[in-house]
């Protein structure tokens, strides 16, 4: 048995998390671990081949993926951690909601270091999942695949058409152009009290994106879903849940790529054809959607495509060492601001712009790499990871025993 094996973890959801954090940390350190906004012409200096391809990838592959991949795998652990609690204690709300605060505090800390943060995203709606929980299955699936698809969003969009109002700029960044400006000499010159002062003051510009944007109905339809798929416990009876992962992949496979190439093929027409459909709002509305469609389609079709992989045993010998990455997902996801910060911003060794998104796409790889050998190497000695050890042991009161036995002794 490997080391981070145990009888009580259902391995196939860790290697789900391994494979979702390399997934993230490309979708942020292709533009230097930004956690808002640019301005434009910071993105119009890099136009070599390699950024291209780099670009490309990140918007058909990438981004939009990871995020929402990683927030299903979040419910998931919410509603078995929920369940958990619930059968061993009877106050188990009061226990739950304790959980979300720690989870909430770690959170704000991680945003005063990189704004980007979205684990105090997900404490709001950590306690939404629990409200949700006396919902049936047939109306949690179907609320859950209403927010993945941002319909929220696209009635407000109509709200707005049909009032004559103006129209929200789902592209800018939230914070306005000017906010842009200010937070790109953060990254480059400023200091670190001044970087974390910053980030404070867009706190709430950040929320006011995720609604802006729908970005926030979205993860809680992933949340949604994650819940659904505990309920069915389609990864604690992999065997008995292999048709209905199938047929979930095959649907989503089949639709993605025509969903995908829609709005490649409308952007690719109003260019060549300069028919300025940017500026027309219904068709901005069919760009949207079609653009939130193929990103919850493809989030789809990845989590149910890397659990059919996990059936094969050749594959598990590919995914199954990505298990550890993923017992430490919280410290994992952590990490990565320490090499981002560390990398790219002033207070560190300031690659903002010397670098260009090809590069970067590069530097993902031995950052991972880094990841992968510290998790082997702590999971040996240690039986959680350090901050997933802390979250437990102040959700209980109590200390767990950090140390394997075998190590104690040395």
């Known amino acids: 048995m490997n080391p981070y094996q145990s009888s009580n973890r259902i391995i196939t959801v860790d290697?789900?998390?391994?494979?979702?954090?390399?997934?993230?940390?490309?979708?942020?350190?292709?533009?230097?671990?930004?956690?808002?906004?640019?301005?434009?012409?910071?993105?119009?200096?890099?136009?070599?081949?390699?950024?291209?391809?780099?670009g490309a990838f990140n918007g058909i592959f990438i981004f939009g993926k990871f995020f929402t991949f990683f927030s299903f795998l979040f419910g998931l652990s919410f509603y078995l951690q929920m369940q958990s609690l619930q059968h061993k204690e009877e106050n188990f709300v009061l226990r739950y909601a304790w959980r979300l605060l720690i989870l909430g505090v770690i959170g704000l800390m991680h945003h005063a270091l990189w704004r980007g943060d979205i684990l105090s995203i997900y404490v709001p709606l950590g306690f939404i999942?629990?409200?949700?929980?006396?919902?049936?299955?047939?109306?949690?699936?179907?609320?859950?695949?209403?927010?993945?698809?941002?319909?929220?969003?696209?009635?407000?969009?109509?709200i707005h058409l049909f009032s004559n109002a103006k129209a929200p700029n789902f592209n800018a960044p939230p914070e306005g152009m000017e906010e842009a400006k200010r937070y790109y000499e953060i990254i480059k010159n400023g200091s670190f009290p001044a970087l974390i002062k910053d980030n404070w003051k867009a706190l709430i510009s950040k929320f006011a994106f995720q609604f802006g944007s729908g970005r926030i109905y979205i993860t809680l339809g992933f949340f949604m879903l994650g819940a659904y798929a505990g309920r069915m416990k389609w990864f604690e009876?992999?065997?008995?849940?292999?048709?209905?992962?199938?047929?979930?992949?095959?649907?989503s496979g089949f639709t993605t790529p025509g969903v995908i190439i829609i709005p490649i093929a409308l952007f690719v027409i109003n260019n060549a054809m300069k028919l300025g459909w940017e500026n027309n709002r219904i068709m901005g509305m069919l760009f949207n959607f079609l653009l939130d469609s193929a990103n919850t389609l493809m989030t789809i079709f990845y989590l149910s495509g890397v659990t059919m992989l996990m059936y094969k045993v050749r594959w598990q010998k590919i995914l199954h060492p990505l298990a550890p990455v993923g017992k430490m997902a919280l410290t994992m996801y952590l990490s990565q601001t320490i090499f981002g910060l560390i990398l790219f911003y002033h207070i560190g060794f300031g690659l903002f712009e010397k670098t260009s998104p090809g590069i970067n796409f590069l530097l993902t790889i031995p950052v991972f790499f880094i990841q992968i050998l510290f998790c082997r190497w702590w999971l040996r000695r240690f039986n959680y990871g350090p901050v997933e050890w802390l979250w437990r042991s102040l959700t209980f009161g109590k200390w767990y025993p950090l140390k394997k036995q075998q190590f104690k002794a040395a």
Do not use: M
């Open 15 to 54: 290697a789900l998390r391994g494979f979702a954090l390399p997934g993230i940390l490309f979708a942020h350190f292709i533009f230097w671990y930004s956690g808002a906004g640019l301005p434009n012409e910071v993105y119009s200096k890099f136009s070599d081949p390699g950024s291209q391809i780099a």
């Open 129 to 158: 999942l629990l409200f949700a929980r006396r919902l049936s299955n047939k109306w949690l699936l179907i609320i859950a695949l209403l927010l993945s698809f941002n319909v929220p969003a696209r009635i407000i969009e109509l």
């Open 237 to 251: 009876t992999l065997d008995a849940s292999k048709p209905v992962i199938k047929r979930i992949c095959k649907i």
